[in-house]
């Protein structure tokens, strides 16, 4: 019968999947395999993380997430975890499994002021530990979370394991993707158009792109849920129209002279009108795309334009976007 967590829904609290059987849950930790484990880590382990561990050695809650007062690489008010190490040796991530403290903090640099007690979605680029530091290695640690992408920055999390368990909430808590939608549709509607951009589209007078990059930046970010640009249909529309506005305003010489000048135009402008970021490859598949089918060619005074055909086909296609 449980002592610590006796009012806590343990029944509920372990999400079953093929991931946490194989990666994750041990056999049920014997008191000899305790002791094992706590010397070769050199550490008593929390009252509470045994009394757990007693429902299922290792595995992966229902409930992932734990809120924080501060940002982290993350979130900006929590982190999430992908697992709970179990007590043992034989699964990945256990205690001091392949991937289990030890590992993280030979092979990774994580500090040696306690033991890495769950992994978290980066895949080793931060960690939630045990932290030792104040009681010492036979005291009850506080759990910290540990960011080895900004140099191993510690944040507090909580004063025991019991308090973190018992903190836990479900991601659905963080779902923020209706109102960043709704944010995003605001922006492709009312927001203003980069610098470069907007003398991009006054420079050409064939169409009025404002109101067609807008339409069909609105029906692509409905289709994705997000305003993102990647390997899609509708993204490289946006692509072809970012190239054409360039080819006509700035007479493009190279393939990178486009490249060096495409993040400033929507992903990264200074305009509200901006994905926040861009992936190059999509952006460098497409251009290698279209130069090989022919449809981007070079003039005889060596610029980068549309074929005749490929232009008259976006003209047709950018007008359904009137």
């Not at 994750?24 to 550490?43: D, F, N, Q």
């Not at 256990?94 to 033991?115: A, R, V």
């Not at 479900?170 to 995003?184: F, G, I, M, P, Q």
């Not at 203003?192 to 006054?202: D, E, H, V």
């Amino acid at each position: 019968m449980p002592k610590i967590f006796h009012d806590f829904d343990l029944a509920n609290f372990w999400s079953d999947s093929d991931c946490a059987r194989e990666s994750y849950v041990e056999g049920m930790p014997t008191a000899k395999l305790i002791a094992s484990i706590e010397k070769e880590l050199g550490v008593r382990l929390p009252t509470s993380y045994l009394e757990l561990m007693d429902t299922q050695n290792g595995g992966i809650p229902r409930d992932c997430c734990f809120p924080t007062k501060v940002p982290t690489s993350w979130a900006q008010n929590h982190v999430a975890i992908s697992g709970i190490s179990g007590i043992g040796r034989k699964k990945l991530h256990s205690l001091c499994g392949g991937l289990g403290s030890k590992f993280m903090q030979d092979e990774w640099g994580y500090p040696d002021t306690g033991i890495c007690i769950c992994d978290c979605p980066s895949a080793g680029h931060d960690m939630i530990m045990l932290d030792f530091r104040k009681c010492g290695s036979q005291g009850e640690p506080e759990v910290v979370h540990v960011d080895q992408e900004r140099d191993y920055q510690i944040t507090f999390l909580a004063k025991s394991f019991e308090t973190f368990i018992r903190g836990l909430v479900n991601e659905s808590v963080y779902d923020t993707s209706a109102s960043d939608l709704k944010n995003d549709l605001a922006k492709i509607d009312k927001g203003s158009f980069s610098t470069p951009l907007a003398r991009l589209i006054s420079g050409c007078s064939e169409l009025d792109f404002g109101p067609i990059l807008r339409n069909v930046c609105r029906k692509l970010t409905m289709d994705k849920g997000c305003f993102a640009l990647d390997a899609d249909e509708l993204s490289r529309l946006v692509y072809d129209i970012q190239f054409y506005l360039s080819s006509v305003s700035n007479r493009l010489k190279s393939k990178a002279a486009f490249l060096e000048e495409y993040p400033t135009i929507i992903a990264l402008g200074d305009g509200e009108f901006c994905t926040g970021g861009y992936a190059l490859d999509f952006v460098d598949d497409w251009l290698i795309d279209r130069l090989s089918r022919g449809e981007i060619i070079s003039t005889p005074a060596g610029l980068l334009v549309f074929s005749n055909e490929f232009l008259r086909a976006l003209r047709r296609k950018l007008r359904e976007f009137e």
